[in-house]
């Protein structure tokens, strides 16, 4: 059992000092391996930019711009974070700002009064059962969860992208967006019972139909 | 060991994402085990919330749309090749602080010209330095103050004796040739021939003689 686990562990570290040598060699100014760089989390900066901006035109066009000026401030990365952590945060940074250009001043108002008004209440409680992961094998099946995510408001999905999906701890998550951790809690909670009735839902309408689960029980 | 404390449905709820973050404290985390225990509704929201955190941070579920790579790629090879971005950072600034630079060396020259011209003539030069007890003589009709013994002073029968203070108080200038020492030292010109001088002071006190 310890050997696949070691085998992973060398994997993780020859890929960790592949791209500590790829950093080194930007930061002496060899741009052209950036992008070799970069690519293991293209998508993820991609998603962080969705997240935000809800259009995928403004979002590729906001992860080339973060990855550029990641490329115009690399020499100021110190290894004391992660590169994955700094491009996300590059990225947020650039995606809000971009979103306070185009927004008006009234509808970040507007946003800002709903807050977290009181706890939430979960809809639904039927039994459970771990979804099986073969089920993201499926394009429709990706694409539901996509959609469900994309019915949250901003500020839950916001949230929800950066620690579930990108992996941002708590605090990172709360510096990326500039809120307290106290909210990237609150709302978290929200987006995660929020998102698990709509897959609730999302089962009655037969998103998951042609998975092999037993009849009559929800897949989780 | 921690005992466990007693927790209802409203409080699993609330708890449920730092029960899940491990962020609760064990005495909490070993009510809320204790709770899932005997509760079905609780149970199925732990294991539903577990679901949707496992299957959204699938990597599989960061899609990008097709061809993105392909074009980060390009663009980023753009961008490698330009190294714009960043040099255009202090470019922005380098601009106007040459054009401001630019400005003021073009402010102190016109400056250092218009100093070149405005003494024109060792006449002109400030009396300030002129002992103001200076006795000194002036013709009646002319603009130039002597001393009493300077061979230039025209139409002697017709002087008048004053202080130096009096005569530039009064819009009398210098003799070049008699108070020479006291100008030179405030002049911006170098030494003036004294023969140009002392046609000078003729042509003023005596403008028939000089032509």
């Not at chain 1, 930061?27 to 900066?45: A, K, S």
């Not at chain 1, 939430?120 to 039994?127: L, M």
């Not at chain 2, 003589?137 to 061979?151: E, G, K, L, M, S």
Request: glycine content about 6%.
């Amino acid at each position: 059992m310890a050997e696949p686990e070691l085998a992973l562990n060398n994997s993780d570290n020859t890929r960790t000092m592949r791209e500590q040598a790829l950093i080194a060699q930007v930061q002496r100014g060899q741009n052209d391996v950036f992008y070799e760089l970069v690519r293991p989390y293209e998508r993820r900066v991609y998603a962080a930019a969705l997240a935000i901006l809800h259009n995928q035109s403004d979002a590729e066009d906001v992860a080339q711009e973060a990855m550029l000026k990641a490329l115009a401030n690399i020499r100021q990365f110190r290894a004391e974070a992660r590169f994955s952590t700094w491009l996300i945060q590059i990225t947020v940074n650039e995606a809000l700002m971009r979103r306070r250009r185009e927004r008006t001043a009234m509808m970040e108002a507007i946003d800002d009064r709903r807050e977290d008004e009181g706890d939430y209440t979960p809809r639904d409680f039927a039994d459970w059962r771990e979804i099986p992961s073969e089920a993201l094998e499926r394009k429709e099946v990706r694409q539901k969860l996509a959609e469900a995510l994309g019915t949250l408001d901003q500020k839950y999905r916001e949230v929800f992208v950066m620690r579930d999906m990108e992996q941002l701890n708590i605090q990172e998550t709360a510096e990326a967006l500039g809120i307290s951790v106290a909210s990237v809690k609150t709302r978290l909670l929200r987006a995660r019972l929020m998102l698990r009735d709509l897959l609730a839902g999302g089962w009655e309408q037969g998103w998951f139909s042609r998975l092999p689960f037993e009849k009559g029980t929800k897949p989780w | 060991m921690v005992n466990g404390q007693t927790v209802n449905c409203e409080q699993v709820w609330r708890e449920i994402s730092n029960y899940l973050e491990g962020e609760v404290d064990a005495g909490l985390r070993e009510g809320m085990d204790g709770h899932f225990r005997t509760c079905t509704r609780c149970a199925s929201v732990l294991a539903g919330t577990r679901n949707v955190i496992r299957l959204y941070s699938d990597e599989r579920m960061l899609e990008a749309p097709a061809g993105f790579g392909g074009r980060l790629e390009k663009r980023l090879a753009h961008g490698a090749r330009v190294p714009g971005r960043k040099w255009s950072t202090w470019a922005a600034w380098l601009v106007p602080v040459a054009a401001l630079a630019l400005f003021a060396v073009g402010l102190q020259w016109t400056n250092i010209e218009q100093g070149a011209h405005r003494i024109l003539s060792p006449h002109a030069q400030p009396g300030d330095k002129i002992p103001p007890d200076l006795v000194v003589v002036v013709a009646a009709d002319a603009r130039i103050f002597h001393v009493p013994t300077c061979d230039l002073v025209q139409n002697k029968t017709n002087l008048r004796t004053l202080t130096a203070k009096e005569a530039i108080a009064e819009g009398y200038v210098p003799c070049v040739r008699c108070l020479r020492k006291y100008l030179q030292s405030a002049s911006l010109k170098p030494e003036a021939d004294p023969d140009a001088d002392a046609d000078l002071d003729v042509a003023e006190e005596n403008p028939t003689r000089a032509r």
